[in-house]
């Protein structure tokens, strides 16, 4: 039995909501859906029961998570015992992050290395799309967690996390500004996004209504931030509307503080990847680092 369709299902037990899970897990809720199927259709069990947005654990269910909290609380145990050679590993990793990303997932990577591997320093650094590349290319940086490049080359480059991002609103700024209706309303809108010239709401406008895409060059955001809490949190304030990683914003979605607009069109579709130079020199430290991040990638 997988064992990490077992330690998915405990944090969906504990938590009662696929979505909470996926947030803390840092997968998406279909990733999550489809490992409790795949456990339920292994043990041939019924293990949960949907109400709702909720999620209760059957009498089967409740059995097995019982058993298998238990068992795998040991075999982790175990598997420290065992790493005790590997936990002596020391050293200061440097890792790009580019400005506008969430900080939730490099938190999630960081924490679980740290499990295993305690005597290891990081230093988190901020960057947009260029100082990312030359700051590896300079080493100054050992990885960088990256969208774009400029020239892809020079860099040995992992596909780490595939998410999308949708366009939504706050429920007070629809209230104030009267419902969005069609792609010709958006560009009557105040848009936040991360850059004045509003490159992401182009790509999203011009993959829905190519016709209207032409137009958003005639526009500038309301706001431009690079900050990804502060963007988050100025739509949430009802500032304007602007693209979100859905899987950040998911439980604001199910309690209805913000909605997506025109929920029928295309999101857009991002890949994170995981890059370092490709002339480089070998090291365990960053060797067992990129191991750890590409077992636990999501795509």
């Not at 969430?102 to 591997?117: G, K, M, R, T």
């Not at 988190?124 to 892809?152: C, G, M, P, R, W």
């Not at 700024?173 to 419902?179: F, P």
């Amino acid at each position: 039995m997988n064992l990490n369709k077992l330690k998915t299902f405990i944090v969906v037990a504990e938590l009662g909501s696929v979505t909470e899970a996926a947030y803390m897990l840092f997968r998406t809720q279909p990733a999550i859906s489809q490992q409790i199927k795949d456990l339920e259709k292994d043990t041939k069990l019924r293990l949960l029961e949907r109400k709702k947005s909720r999620v209760y654990l059957t009498k089967e269910g409740q059995e097995l998570y019982n058993y298998a909290k238990q068992r795998v609380r040991e075999i982790e145990d175990k598997a420290s015992e065992l790493r005790n050679d590997s936990s002596q590993l020391e050293g200061t990793l440097r890792i790009g992050v580019l400005i506008q990303m969430s900080a939730s997932f490099i938190a999630e990577i960081i924490n679980h290395f740290l499990n295993e591997y305690p005597k290891v320093d990081f230093i988190i650094t901020q960057h947009d799309h260029v100082d990312l590349e030359q700051k590896l290319l300079s080493n100054e940086l050992d990885f960088a967690f990256i969208v774009l490049y400029e020239d892809k080359k020079f860099f040995e480059i992992h596909s780490y996390f595939k998410f999308k991002r949708i366009l939504v609103a706050s429920k007070e700024y629809l209230k104030s500004r009267g419902k969005i209706k069609t792609y010709n309303d958006l560009l009557e809108q105040d848009i936040i996004e991360y850059d004045p010239n509003m490159p992401d709401f182009y790509c999203w406008l011009n993959k829905n209504s190519p016709q209207q895409s032409t137009k958003v060059k005639r526009i500038r955001a309301k706001v431009s931030i690079k900050d990804a809490e502060t963007y988050h949190q100025l739509i949430l304030k009802g500032r304007g509307i602007g693209l979100v990683n859905k899987f950040v914003i998911e439980h604001y979605l199910e309690s209805g503080k913000l909605v997506e607009i025109l929920p029928k069109s295309k999101p857009l579709y991002i890949t994170i990847d995981i890059s370092r130079r490709k002339v480089h020199t070998k090291n365990l430290l960053n060797e067992t680092f990129l191991k750890f991040v590409l077992s636990n990638r999501n795509i």
